[in-house]
Structure formats: C-alpha cells, structure tokens
C-alpha cells in the first residue's frame, strides 16, 4: 500500500487482505479474469504450487495470462504444470522469479 501511495497511484490498485484462498474463491464468484497476477507469499507460508493450480481451478486465467511468482532461494518450482509452463526463472541472491505462461487446457 505504501509503495501505491509513492506512486499516488491509489486511484488504479486495490489492496485486499486475506488468505490467498479465500481471495481468490472471491475473485472466482465475481467471474475475474486476470492476464497477470504477482505471487509474494510469506516465505515461511509458500504455496505456490496449490495457489497456482486455485488459479487454474477457478478458471481465474485469460489464455496466455502471465504468472510472476517470488520465492526464497531455497525453494525449486516445477518447470512446468498442467496449464503452466515457465518462461524464465532467475535467481537474485535470497530470492528467486518464476515466470509462468499459462495455457488453458
């Protein structure tokens, strides 16, 4: 929220709070379909993979949606999933970037 504000940018973002879970049963009720979507869980709390496959699941996704994902550097996402494929992954020290291209079925 603060680096919105930096931006003063509030007008074109909303922050929601809540479980990525929860969230995202949310988004699929209101029928939301993203093209990008930025993962940055708590480290200790990672899931990716099961947050990865809710997006699939719910049918969150527009074809070719971009999925950024921020990990520590001690956890190793899969190349690919059912629907996903990665495009690149970089290491930054502690931190490491998936980036998914996502495919619908």
């Given amino acids: 929220k603060e680096n919105i504000e930096k931006i003063h ?7 929601i709070k809540g479980s990525a879970e ?6 699929s009720a209101q029928n939301e379909k993203f093209d990008m979507v930025f993962l940055d ?3 200790k709390l ?3 993979v099961a947050t990865l496959a809710s997006l699939r699941d719910l049918d969150l996704l527009n074809e070719q949606a971009i999925v950024v994902c921020e990990t520590d550097n001690h956890t190793e996402l899969p190349e690919t999933m059912t ?3 990665a495009i690149k992954q ?3 020290g502690l931190t ?4 998914y ?3 619908m079925g």
């Fill in 9 to 15: 940018a509030q007008d074109q973002f909303d922050v």
């Fill in 22 to 27: 929860a969230v995202l049963k949310d988004f």
């Fill in 41 to 43: 869980p708590p480290y």
């Fill in 46 to 48: 990672q899931q990716i």
């Fill in 83 to 85: 629907g996903f494929k």
């Fill in 90 to 92: 970089k290491n930054y």
């Fill in 96 to 99: 490491n970037l998936t980036i």
């Fill in 101 to 103: 291209d996502f495919q």
